[in-house]
């Protein structure tokens, strides 16, 4: 069972734009949220991370909202840039060692 | 400088075959993990390692195994018993929680496994 949903397998998204990256979660006992981003056969990197105490993080261009009453949490990425372009992962933890993944959302910026 | 290491970076499994996947990290973390990636998928759990000579079963262990003898390195074995192992294999560490850095997982750059 997915306890964590990206629901949206694509979004394109016009240079200088906003990207809005949206994650749903299941399980309530997830404190710690993170984002990654992934090119084609390479490793993802880490982006930004948000704990459940907070409501925003911001980290340059990108920045991570919680909605814990929700269990949504969005990433927004302004402007996006061509160099944007890969997938992104939304994971998230629950006090342990594991992290669960989303399926991920390919993201397109369109020059 | 540090990171972590995957090789190689294209593999080739014959049916019957065990092949191992080699994971080295010199970042001084504690923890490792392997996951498996397969098209229009997340990233799924196969095993992982909080100290050295420990290590748990993730989402989908079975027809796999690790070791865990040196903080340096996590290799994972893709046995025979694996019927499906074509993928794009994982390999991360990450320090503590409690630590500054929290769990933020850091990734190898992968390796491909293929059946022939």
């Known amino acids: 069972d997915q306890q964590v949903k990206q629901n949206s397998p694509s979004l394109s998204v016009q240079e200088g734009r906003i990207s809005i990256l949206n994650c749903d979660y299941t399980?309530?006992?997830?404190?710690?949220f993170l984002w990654y981003k992934k090119y084609p056969a390479e490793g993802p990197t880490f982006l930004i991370s948000?704990?459940?105490?907070?409501d925003k993080n911001e980290d340059g261009r990108f920045t991570v909202f919680l909605n814990k009453s929700a269990k949504h949490l969005s990433l927004h990425i302004v402007p996006s840039q061509p160099g944007d372009s890969a997938v992104y992962f939304c994971?998230?933890?629950?006090?342990?060692?594991?992290?669960?993944f989303g399926a991920g959302t390919t993201v397109t910026v369109r020059a | 400088d540090g990171g972590i290491t995957q090789s190689p970076k294209y593999l080739f499994r014959k049916e019957g075959q065990n092949v191992t996947l080699s994971c080295e990290q010199n970042?001084?973390?504690?923890?490792m993990y392997w996951y498996r990636q397969d098209p229009g998928q997340g990233l799924r759990l196969i095993y992982y390692s909080q100290i050295v000579n420990d290590f748990q079963k993730g989402d989908i262990a079975e027809g796999y195994s690790v070791s865990r003898e040196k903080k340096e390195s996590f290799p994972l074995t893709v046995t025979s018993a694996q019927k499906n192992p074509t993928a794009f294999y994982l390999c991360?560490?990450?320090?503590?929680?409690?630590?500054?850095?929290?769990?933020?997982?850091?990734f190898g750059a992968g390796t491909r496994l293929s059946v022939l």
């Open positions: 399980n309530s006992m997830f404190d710690y």
């Open positions: 948000i704990s459940s105490i907070k």
């Open positions: 994971a998230a933890s629950a006090n342990d060692y594991k992290l669960s």
């Open positions: 991360a560490s990450s320090t503590p929680r409690g630590a500054p850095a929290k769990n933020i997982q850091y």
């Open positions: 970042l001084n973390h504690d923890a």
